[in-house]
T-cell receptor, first 116, second 110 residues
Framework: EAGVTQSPTHLIKTRGQQATLRCSPI?????VYWYQQALGLGLQFLLW???????NRGNFPPRFSGRQFPNYSSELNVNALELEDSALYLC???????????????FGPGTRLTVT | GIQVEQSPPDLILQEGANSTLRCNFS?????LQWFHQNPWGQLINLFY???GTKQNGRLSATTVATERYSLLYISSSQTTDSGVYFC????????????FGSGTQLTVLP
């Protein structure tokens, strides 16, 4: 069974540009999560999508946005890029549990974004 | 929000040694996961363990939810065990966000 996939592996952008990162969840998983791992800041939660809707958002400005498509894949868009947006962006997916509790999250290999 | 503390921050071992990594959290949790981050940045799932004890080969984990801590045991360590180990928790069933600790950097020397 294929795991979570992300593209591109690396992305180099200039300050002020927009970046689009993509994620495909494990087959059967409906929830997709985005996390940022910036140097010195650790792993921080960005966004959670489930059934096409944004369900939760971390402490990030509105220029971080995304969407989830009908096939449950997801895009993360970062507008007006700043130097401090340089980071590893990790996508995860999970199965929604019938009992309502949080399911185990599985992570993709990440996209390394460099803003110059 | 919930606080997650991992200790020790750094650990250097000789191959074959055993180790214990600790994760303390400040509130009750619905989900607790242990990960190993490989040199390329991918998080590898080790355990999903909101409570109880699990074992997988040389690795085992125990979470004592009532006392708000979890332990990851690595026995007979190998050089391939090197890397950063993260503990992450979800304290709200509706919010579904993982809060990560700052990690333990493990180096296993040959």
């Amino acid at each position: 069974e294929a795991g979570v996939t992300q593209s591109p592996t690396h992305l180099i952008k200039t300050r002020g540009q927009q970046a689009t990162l993509r994620c495909s969840p494990i087959s059967g998983h409906t929830s997709v999560y985005w996390y940022q791992q910036a140097l010195g800041l650790g792993l921080q939660f960005l966004l959670w999508y489930d059934e096409g809707e944004e369900r939760n958002r971390g402490n990030f400005p509105p220029r971080f946005s995304g969407r989830q498509f009908p096939n449950y894949s997801s895009e993360l868009n970062v507008n007006a890029l700043e130097l401090e947006d340089s980071a590893l962006y990790l996508c995860a997916s999970s199965l929604v549990r019938l009992a309502g509790g949080p399911g185990e999250q599985y992570f993709g290999p990440g996209t390394r974004l460099t803003v110059t | 929000g919930i606080q997650v503390e991992q200790s020790p921050p750094d650990l250097i071992l000789q191959e074959g040694a055993n180790s214990t990594l600790r994760c303390n959290f400040s509130d009750s949790v619905n989900n607790l996961q242990w990960f190993h981050q490989n040199p390329w940045g991918q998080l590898i799932n080790l355990f999903y363990i909101p409570s109880g004890t699990k074992q997988n080969g040389r690795l085992s984990a125990t979470t004592v939810a009532t006392e708000r801590y979890s332990l990851l045991y690595i026995s007979s360590s190998q050089t391939t065990d090197s890397g950063v180990y993260f503990c992450a928790v979800d304290d709200s069933g509706s919010a579904r966000q993982l809060t990560f600790g700052s990690g333990t950097q493990l180096t296993v020397l040959p």
